[in-house]
């Protein structure tokens, strides 16, 4: 079962939730997502898809958009942590997993549209930072920790800077060029990294 987003519906007063017609309907919103893109999605197909009610789902999520954010969640794996032993191979592999996600998954494809909605549903932008951003950044954030604690990163390693340099131009490509993401960006971008704050230390060659 998915998370309740901030401010949603289903905090469990009253009847409990059928996990069961979550998943029906989280994966009838995955499916139409893939076929169709977030703005022609509507909460009446879902609920056909899924065989039930749309009063049934906006008993859950309160609007379309909180509904794709916690369908979204379903596909990224969000709690998939990397500790191999090496901080800069942890960070290459969370790099790839990211790509992967926005270029393999509906996520790519309905982002602008979410992006777009944010602007003007703080709830909405609450909802995806909590259960979209916010945990995979932890992953991140842990893998630098790692790597300064170890000697692998200079004591001085600012670890907004390697997120973001890591993260950004992906979010970049898709949300502003429409540039491909190109199939070695992971390892360039960890490079980098390591030519700013490695300690004479490279990602193993391949």
């Known amino acids: ?8 519906r289903g905090s469990g007063v009253g009847r409990p939730r059928d996990p069961d017609m979550d998943h029906r309907i989280l994966r009838a919103t995955v499916e139409l997502l893939s076929e169709v893109g977030y703005v022609r999605v509507s909460v009446a197909e879902v609920a056909r898809r899924a065989g039930v009610s749309k009063p049934a789902i906006y008993r859950r999520w309160s609007q379309k958009s909180q509904l794709v954010v916690e369908a979204m969640v379903t596909q990224m794996s969000p709690g998939k942590a990397h500790d191999s032993g090496s901080a800069a191979a942890d960070l290459h592999a ?8 926005l270029t393999r998954t509906p996520l790519g494809r309905v982002l602008p549209g979410l992006v777009a909605e944010m602007a003007a549903d ?6 995806y930072r909590d ?10 954030r842990a893998a630098v920790e790692r790597g300064i604690a170890s000697g692998e990163f200079s004591g001085d390693t600012d670890v ?3 997120l973001n340099t890591l993260a950004g131009p992906l979010y970049f490509c898709l949300l502003i060029t429409g540039d491909p ?12 990294i390591l030519a700013r704050y ?3 230390i490279a990602l193993p060659a391949r």
Not at 1 to 8: I, K, L, Q, V
Not at 94 to 101: D, G, I, K, R, S
Not at 122 to 127: E, G, I, N, R, T
């Open 131 to 140: 259960l979209i951003i916010k945990p995979n950044q932890r992953h991140w």
């Open 94 to 101: 969370l790099t790839e997993q990211l790509m992967n996600v």
């Open 122 to 127: 703080p709830v909405l932008a609450d909802s």
């Open 160 to 162: 907004d800077v390697v």
């Open 181 to 192: 993401i190109e199939a070695g960006y992971a390892r360039s971008a960890v490079d980098l």
């Open 198 to 200: 490695g300690n004479d």
């Open 1 to 8: 079962m998915a998370p309740r987003r901030p401010g949603g």
